[in-house]
Every structure is written in C-alpha cells, then in structure tokens.
C-alpha cells in the first residue's frame, strides 16, 4: 500500500483495510476505492479507484486545512 500511495503522490491520510471494516461500513465494492468521511463520521463521497477529481482534492485540502 505505501508502495502504490508513493507512486501515486498521495500525501493525505490513507488506511489499508485489511479486516474490510470499512468496506462493510461504508459499502465499498472494489480495489482500489476510496472513502471520504467527515469529521462527524458520515459519508461525505466514494468511489472505486484512484481519486483524481477536482472537487474531490478540494475536498481533501480544506479538510486538511490547506
């Protein structure tokens, strides 16, 4: 997973699901997905791949407080 998070420039937090909790939780259905959860846990988005869109990374910056 560091290896592909590397080679992809992903410099946001990142969870390797081995125990597929999140998959069960959030009803991801393919590798790789992404998940993005609001501070209050709900859903905010997901997806199946890498996450590449726009609004998406914005997203994730203001999150980060970027």
Known sequence: MDDAANNWGIQYTYV??????TWEIYGLRSHPSYA???PDG???DSGAGRVESDSTIQWIE???GE
């Open 16 to 21: 390797n699901d081995t125990g597929l909790e």
């Open 36 to 38: 993005l959860i609001n």
């Open 42 to 44: 709900s859903l905010h």
């Open 62 to 64: 203001a999150q980060l």
